[in-house]
Each structure stands twice: as C-alpha cells, then as structure tokens.
C-alpha cells in the first residue's frame, strides 16, 4: 500500500484584508499572503469545499494583489486532485506548480479542519470577516455524513 500525501493546510491571523497561508504535503510547500479583495477567499474555500464533496468540479482564487494563485479540486471516482496554479494576474495565464492526487481524508479533511480552526481565531472584523456560519454548519454536516459513510464501508 502507497502511503497517501496528506495536506497542511494553516490559515493565520488576518491584518488590514491580508491573511497568512501555509499549505504544506511531503513534497511541497507554499506561503504567502492573500487579500480578501475582491471576495473573501475563506468564504470561497467553504463553498468549495461543499461542491467538492457533491464531486463538482471547483476552485478558490487567493489574490495577492496583482497576482493569483488557484487551487482547483477536481473528483475522479474517490480520488480528489488539487492542482495549484500561479497567474501573475487576471488574464494572465496559469502556470501549475503543483499537483496532488489525494482522497476525501487527505485533501478535503485538512482544509477542512483549517477553516474550523481559522473561525475560532480572535480577529478584528476590519482585518478579515469570519466565514459565513451557515455555510460552515453546512459543511459540517456533509464532513460528517462523509465520513460515516466512508468509515462504515471499510
């Protein structure tokens, strides 16, 4: 049996719309720091989170005010690829910088757990507004469906 690469996924505390992010696999490892401008890229992350479990094809845009990197998910079967792409802008083209062919355990449960872990930070609503909570409750009961499913058929 192949050991899976999981992801790390940590969201850092938000100053003036800037928040810091570390995603880290055996094999790779990012930072940097994302705006919330022009639309909120935690938020964004829950709603794809959400489709991605449903198996549809998403993607979350980080700005980093002109530049972008984009995490896309996409489903093939159990298997869920992130493919992470940087643009030096809006109609730029994307160039892929890393590509990871993972499960719901090792690719949504990280971001997953990250997002939990970022709305129970303390921040100021000026420096970063927390995630939508219906959209989090949402996504908590589909994590948890999964993950009764997934274990009871093991």
């Not at 639309?39 to 829950?46: A, F, I, Q, R, S």
């Not at 030096?88 to 083209?93: A, P, V």
Request: charged share 30%; net charge neutral.
């Amino acid at each position: 049996m192949t050991k899976k690469t999981k992801i790390e996924l940590n969201l850092g505390n938000p100053k003036s719309g800037w928040l810091p992010i570390e995603l880290k696999s055996t094999d790779f490892e990012l930072e940097f720091n994302a705006s919330n401008i022009p639309e909120n890229p935690t938020d964004k992350l829950c709603e794809s989170l959400i489709l991605a479990i449903n198996a549809i094809e998403t993607e979350i845009c980080w700005n980093l005010e002109p530049e972008f990197y984009v995490f896309e998910l996409k489903q093939h079967g159990k298997e869920i690829e992130l493919n992470i792409s940087k643009s030096g802008g809006i109609t730029e083209n994307r160039n892929l910088i890393y590509k990871l062919t993972g499960d719901f355990e090792s690719v949504i449960l990280p971001m997953y757990r990250s997002l939990k872990k970022f709305n129970t930070l303390e921040f100021k609503k000026a420096d970063w507004k927390k995630i939508d909570q219906d959209k989090l409750n949402k996504l908590t009961e589909l994590v948890a469906e999964r993950k009764k499913t997934t274990y009871n058929n093991v």
